[in-house]
């Protein structure tokens, strides 16, 4: 990914965080409750929902700190080769916001930033890629589950006329 990539791999690689995330958003749930007794399917759907939250807070931590710390990183070695002088330096905290600012720099040092931006945000990336391999290989370690029952859980609807028809019998 570079300022000047084709846009099929621009969108492209943003497709695949997408399907990903669709994954994530219920299945687990689904699996959870399924693998949980009647009695604490409230329980575990909280847990797994709480846990979630967590993680994504985690995540965003991780994201932020890398993206800061390359982006840093790279803006030093600008700054050693000459491509961005002393007055136009940005830090990595800054750069969130710093759109608008970097715009009334001069082209070439808005050129530097904008290799910047896209070689720190490679480097959040491939960290985030490596996370999402080790849980791909952690996941090789779940039992296999059957999926395949209903719901009895005190949260639960119920078929009034179905509680009719056990009644009678």
Known sequence: MKPNASAGIIYGLRVIPAIGGGFLFQV???AVQSTTIDDDIGIATSTVT???????AFGVAIGG???????DRFVA???L?????RQYVVTGAEAA??????????????????????????????VTTGISGLGLVASLWVRN?????GSNAKQSFRDKREERKREVV
Do not use: C, H, K
Request: net charge positive; charged share 20%; proline share 5%.
């Open 28 to 30: 687990p749930l689904f």
């Open 50 to 56: 709480f846990f979630r939250s967590v993680g994504q």
């Open 65 to 71: 700190t890398v993206f800061q710390n390359q982006f």
């Open 77 to 79: 070695r600008r700054l």
């Open 81 to 85: 080769d000459g491509s961005i002088p």
């Open 97 to 126: 916001g710093a759109y608008s600012v970097i715009a009334t720099f001069p082209e070439e040092v808005i050129r530097s930033y904008r290799y910047i931006y896209a070689d720190a945000l490679r480097v959040v990336w491939y």
């Open 145 to 149: 589950e059957s999926m395949d029952r």
